[in-house]
């Protein structure tokens, strides 16, 4: 297990922990307040897998839409205990309905099952923060609380900022192909993630920010 996995599963549990609790158990008004808190990270990773479908580009509002809708109406069927598995139960219904609008979208004969997969660390809403491309991949990767409050604080950064350091950080492109995806150039991408990352780094709480490797290699 990475360095970042081991301090991530130090963490004292959430405020919202006694929230996730009564959501396992089936209180309805928690599953809602469950929802408004992973709703950015549903959306990171619906955009994540939006990205790597290169024949479409699905709105990722539209999954995180689907998704919610389908949990507040099978909720009652969930039979986790814990708050790993409800994200496993999220993270699959979010995965099969990226899977639907994919295959709604494209042409019958493919198997877009090839192209739609799932995030490299599989487990649960989790993510690759790929600062440093040359270690280990489990030392990149964010996941539970951590994963939250990152994908929190990237959803309250301007459009430009956020979507160049997803593009750079969690796809893992080359400042280069970022700048060509975006359609602008190497310099101004290289502003976007200096600026970005000074903000993102003030909207996360000061023991996280040693958490996040934050090397632009």
């Given at each position: ?83 790993a ?17 994919w ?20 487990s ?34 301007p ?22 995806h ?11 993630l ?24």
């Open positions: 297990m990475g360095v970042l996995n081991k301090k991530q599963n130090q963490m004292q549990a959430s405020p919202d922990s006694e929230v996730v609790q009564r959501a396992i158990e089936g209180d309805s008004d928690a599953w809602h307040a469950v929802l408004e808190k992973y709703r950015p990270l549903l959306r990171l990773v619906a955009a994540r897998h939006a990205r790597r479908i290169v024949s479409h580009r699905f709105d990722e509002s539209d999954v995180v839409q689907m998704t919610c809708v389908e949990v507040l109406r099978s909720y009652q069927g969930f039979r986790g205990e814990t708050q598995e409800l994200e496993g139960w999220l993270e699959s219904i979010l995965h099969n309905n990226v899977v639907r609008l295959r709604n979208h494209s042409a019958a004969t493919r198997d877009y099952r090839r192209e739609v997969v799932r995030d490299e660390a599989n649960g809403l989790s993510f690759l923060w790929k600062a440093n491309t040359k270690q280990d991949p489990a030392r990149n990767l964010v996941q539970g609380e951590v994963a939250l409050l990152l994908a929190q604080a990237l959803e309250q950064l459009d430009e900022y956020r979507k160049t350091l997803e593009l750079r950080f969690i796809d893992g492109k080359k400042i280069r192909d970022v700048a060509l975006l359609g602008t150039t190497v310099g101004v991408v290289a502003g976007r200096r600026r970005g990352l000074e903000c993102l780094r003030d909207l996360l709480p000061e023991e996280l920010r040693d958490l996040i490797s934050w090397g632009s290699e």
